[in-house]
Every structure is written in structure tokens, then in C-alpha cells.
């Protein structure tokens, strides 16, 4: 059980065009989801944090009109690359956890790779 | 703010060879620590975690050991097989407040051969 999946795993865009990624937990209610940024030999870094029916909480430096998250059901949160540069390319990681707030253990999507060119 | 350190990889072992992966912390208060694996194409998997100083996390064979007097959480297996071959990454939790946000090491590639 506890498994997250993400959609698209790769996508390669054209600078300036917006792009969608889905993060689903499949077996669970997940009523907090992570979304995580990771670089090249870089460790994860968190984006936000977004409750289901609630606003996303952004982590400091990261731009909530370029990052738009939506978390509307229990099982469903996506993350939109608004008007993207190739400097948002890098890997994209959610985690989903039952409780509020996190305090349960997170569980892993696979990652999504993103191109900009 | 709160930070992970851990060894730089990559790491290659033999099969049936002994694992250290160093990991050390800077957090105030009392965080919980956690010990990551992402297995080729896979999800981030917990695969143990301590939560109060001189506590042991094991599972499948791994062990750290929570060390506040040095601040340090290693990772050890005494026999690696082929199929540890994965990234390891050590986190902790700082449960200061209402935050509870993990924050991560930047990983170590483990290779494991036959």
C-alpha cells in the first residue's frame, strides 16, 4: 500500500508554455501533499506544502504565480509550470501523507523530469 | 536553519562487503531523523528512522543509531547485496511549532557488484 504515482515521469516543453504535472496517491487519502525541486547532486528541496481544499504554503524564494499548485480531492494535487524557462528545468518529486501537516510518513512519487528548451 | 550533511558517493562496494554512509545534522530542538532509498525509477522509500536520542532504526538489514553528542545518524549494513545498489539519502524532521518539513541530505549513490 501507500503508493504515489506522477504523470508525466519526462516532459520536454518549448520556453514560454505552461506545463501540468499530477501527483496521485492510489490506495490512500492523502490530505497533505510536498512538492519537491531536485537539482543535479543537489538534495531535495521543498517547494510547498498544499492541504486538500486549501492553499498551497510556498517555501521562501519559491514564486507562487509561476509555481501553481492545486490540491482539490483526496487523492489528486498538481503542480503547473507557468510561462517556463530553461532554468526550471530539473526534477520534480510530490510526496503524499495521510494527516495534516505531514506529521505521518510522507510517501514518494517517482519524479517528474522536466526540459525546458 | 535546519541542515544534512552525508558523504558524497558515488560508493562502490563487492557483494557481501560492509556499509558506512556518514551522515551528520545541524537542527535546533529535538528532530526526528530518517534514512531514505530511491531504487532505480522508483519513489523515495522510508527505510528507517529514529525519533529520540540513543534510539536504533533497523530494517533490512541497515542500522543508524541516533547520536546527539555527535550529532550524527550512520548508516550501516554489514553485508551489502546487489540489490541495495540505490541513492541513499539521510533527513530529519524538526517538529518545532507546526513544521513539519523534511529536510534532506543531498544523497549518496550506492554500487553494489557481483
Known amino acids: 500500500g501507500a503508493v504515489v504515482s506522477q504523470h508525466p515521469s519526462w516532459v520536454i516543453c518549448k520556453s514560454g508554455t505552461s506545463v501540468k504535472i499530477e501527483c496521485r496517491s492510489l490506495d490512500f487519502q492523502a490530505t497533505t501533499m510536498f512538492w519537491y525541486r531536485q537539482f543535479p547532486k543537489q538534495s531535495l528541496m521543498l517547494m510547498a506544502t498544499?492541504?486538500?481544499?486549501?492553499?498551497?504554503?510556498?517555501e521562501q524564494g519559491v514564486e507562487k504565480d509561476k509555481f501553481l499548485i492545486n490540491h482539490a480531492s483526496l487523492t489528486l494535487s498538481t503542480l503547473t509550470v507557468t510561462s517556463a524557462h530553461p532554468e526550471d528545468s530539473s526534477f520534480y518529486i510530490c510526496?503524499?501523507?495521510?494527516?495534516?501537516?505531514?506529521?505521518?510518513?510522507?510517501?514518494f512519487g517517482p519524479g517528474t523530469r522536466l526540459t525546458v528548451l | 536553519g535546519d541542515s544534512v550533511t552525508q558523504m558524497e558517493g558515488p560508493v562502490t562496494l563487492s557483494e557481501e562487503a560492509c556499509l558506512t554512509i556518514?551522515?551528520?545534522?545541524?537542527?535546533?530542538?529535538?528532530?526526528?531523523l530518517f534514512w531514505y532509498v530511491q531504487y532505480p525509477g522508483e519513489g523515495l522509500q522510508l527505510l528507517l528512522k529514529?525519533?529520540?536520542?540513543?534510539d536504533k532504526g533497523s530494517n533490512k538489514g541497515f542500522e543508524a543509531t541516533y547520536r546527539k553528542e555527535t550529532t550524527s545518524f550512520h548508516l550501516e549494513k554489514g553485508s551489502v547485496q546487489v540489490s541495495d545498489s540505490a541513492v541513499y539519502f539521510c533527513a530529519l524532521i524538526n517538529s518545532g511549532g507546526s513544521n513539519y518539513k523534511l529536510t534532506f541530505g543531498k544523497g549518496t549513490l550506492l554500487t553494489v557488484n557481483p
Open positions: 498544499s492541504n486538500e481544499g486549501s492553499k498551497a504554503t510556498y
Open positions: 556518514n551522515c551528520t545534522y545541524t537542527a535546533t530542538g529535538y528532530p526526528s
Open positions: 510526496s503524499a501523507s495521510r494527516l495534516a501537516g505531514g506529521t505521518d510518513t510522507q510517501y
Open positions: 529514529a525519533t529520540k536520542a540513543d
